[in-house]
Nanobody
Framework: QVQLVESGGGLVQAGDSLRLSCAAS????????MGWFRQAPGKKREFVAARWSGSSTAYADSVKGRFTISRDNAKNTVYLQMNSLKPEDTGVYYC?????????????????WGQGTQVTVSS
């Protein structure tokens, strides 16, 4: 059973940066497709970024060029570096792990989820 714990959220101003961390236990992050999703109030949870295999990555169009997903195998941790934050990036950010590398933008593919961390971007 993989357990995921997110941290690093907070309240920032538009244009600021944040780095989210997702520490894994019970499994190695390099063995899974690791994804970040977010959910704004009243909206569905949506895909943000994913990393799988060696260095394959995918990003939602809304965050391309601003967010970067990375992985530290030694620390068994996945990160989401978020730059040039916008108010529309506000939401609860969830880390997730998927055993399959297929359709990694689909949240239904993910087997394990963290509890989420709140990111609030003020204008």
């Amino acid at each position: 059973q993989v357990q995921l714990v997110e941290s690093g959220g907070g309240l920032v101003q538009a244009g600021d940066s944040l780095r989210l961390s997702c520490a894994a236990s019970g499994g190695t992050v390099s063995s899974y497709a690791m994804g970040w999703f977010r959910q704004a109030p009243g909206k569905k949870r949506e895909f943000v970024a994913a990393r799988w295999s060696g260095s394959s990555t995918a990003y939602a169009d809304s965050v391309k060029g601003r967010f970067t997903i990375s992985r530290d195998n030694a620390k068994n941790t996945v990160y989401l570096q978020m730059n040039s934050l916008k108010p529309e990036d506000t939401g609860v950010y969830y880390c997730a792990a998927a055993s399959s590398f297929i359709a990694i933008t689909d949240l239904g593919r993910y087997n394990y989820w963290g509890q989420g961390t709140q990111v609030t971007v003020s204008s």
